[in-house]
Structure formats: C-alpha cells, structure tokens
C-alpha cells in the first residue's frame, strides 16, 4: 500500500492528529534530521488530503443548502 492510499483510509480527524503530532515532532528539539525530509513529506501528503476534504465537504454542504432553501421556497 502507497502513503496516498494510506492517507486515503484516514478519516479527516485521524489525518488531523497525525498532521499535529508531525508538527509537534519538528518544533521539539528531538526531531531527527534522517527523518526530517519524510516528515515534511508525510506533512505535506496529510495537508493537501485534510484540504481536499474540507473543499470537498463545502461544496457537499452547499449543496445540501440550495436544495434546502429550493424546498423552503
């Protein structure tokens, strides 16, 4: 299984916590320089996906709304 598959099967809250605990691990003072490119890389790859799936959830709930308001009316 490829990382973008992998973070495909995340939901969005599971993708959030591993960004934060990414992030955590590169503002410490124990973050390992041989680790450093993958983790900005995993960061990176975790950012776009958590994203996407914000945009793709506006658009959703926009949606959503214009039926409803449509019904209403």
Partial sequence: ????SDIQNL??????GELESILSALRS???DVDTLA???RR???LLAYCREK????EG???KVLEELDK???
Wanted: proline share 0%.
């Fill in 60 to 62: 959703e709930l926009a």
């Fill in 11 to 16: 939901t969005y809250s599971q993708a959030l």
């Fill in 54 to 57: 914000l945009t793709r959830t």
């Fill in 38 to 40: 993958e983790r900005t």
């Fill in 43 to 45: 960061a990176a790859a």
């Fill in 71 to 73: 019904s209403l009316q």
């Fill in 29 to 31: 003072d124990s973050c």
């Fill in 1 to 4: 299984m490829n990382e973008t």
